[in-house]
């Protein structure tokens, strides 16, 4: 499949259409942002860990029914998918008290909840993704009712499977943004990317952190945490 025009450039990806309408190239960058941009830098590897271990997640999931964009692997940093129109929200799933709602409940980190949570934000950079419920999605169109409750069941569902595949890796999987989008036929499925970059991954034993954490704190062994974390992928599932 050949690469045709740029059609959009994230902050850690870029996407370029394809001669088939329906199937977009994504590209996958070393640079890393935090706090909506405002910190800047580059994971040396970090495409090429997030692209590999996001096609092996999403093929795990696909073998356990959970629709997603992934089509084929195309090279190190390339990957072939399903144009979707995007579902403008960041659903985020914990099952680990960290981050935001740690400091917007004032609660400390690693509390391991009864039962795993769900929250949505608007995508919308300029308005610095607020947090907002399933009616305000509504209410703003971003999603149907029966959509949101497609998103829910979906994450909810991928939350288990990808638990217990961090699990065999000894690793915690504290929580995780996903985004969804329409593919043609108007149906919901998982796009975007399952990575460090977009998952909070503890060592079960240690509690280290092997996310991007490390790059959004200031930890230190940025690059040795995401090798880290990909040999363990490695080690577990086909990639
Ligand atoms: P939070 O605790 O900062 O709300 O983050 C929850 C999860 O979502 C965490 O695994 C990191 C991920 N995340 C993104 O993928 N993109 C973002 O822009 C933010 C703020 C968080």
Redesign the pocket.
């Known amino acids: 499949m050949e690469k045709g025009i740029q059609l959009y450039e994230g902050k850690a990806k870029k996407v370029f259409a394809t001669e088939d309408p329906d199937l977009l190239i994504v590209s996958y960058k070393d640079d890393a942002t935090a706090f909506n941009g405002l910190k800047k830098g580059t994971i040396e590897g970090k495409g090429v860990i997030n692209n590999t271990m996001s096609n092996a997640l999403m093929k795990l999931l696909e073998e356990k029914g959970i629709p997603t964009h992934f089509v084929e692997q195309l090279s190190e940093r390339e990957t072939l998918v399903k144009r979707v129109s995007i579902v403008p929200l ?1 659903v ?1 799933v914990r099952n680990i008290s ?4 740690a400091k917007n409940y004032g609660v400390e980190e690693g509390i391991v909840f009864e039962e795993p949570t769900i929250e949505f934000s608007y995508k919308n950079d300029a308005l610095g ?1 607020p947090l907002l419920n399933g009616y305000h999605a509504m209410a703003l169109g971003l999603a149907s009712k029966k959509e949101l409750e497609t998103i829910r069941d979906l994450s909810f569902r991928i939350n288990g499977i990808l638990r217990e595949f961090w699990a065999s890796c000894g690793v915690d999987l504290v ?3 996903l985004e969804f989008g329409r593919d043609h036929g108007g149906d919901i499925i998982l796009a975007d990317e399952i990575s460090p ?4 991954l503890w060592d079960h034993g240690t509690k280290t952190k092997l996310d991007k954490d490390r790059f959004r704190r200031d930890l230190g062994g940025v690059e040795e945490a995401y090798a880290e974390i990909m040999a363990r992928v490695q080690r577990n599932l086909e990639v």
């Open positions: 960041e985020i960290a981050g935001s709602f993704d929580d995780f943004k970059d977009t998952s909070r």
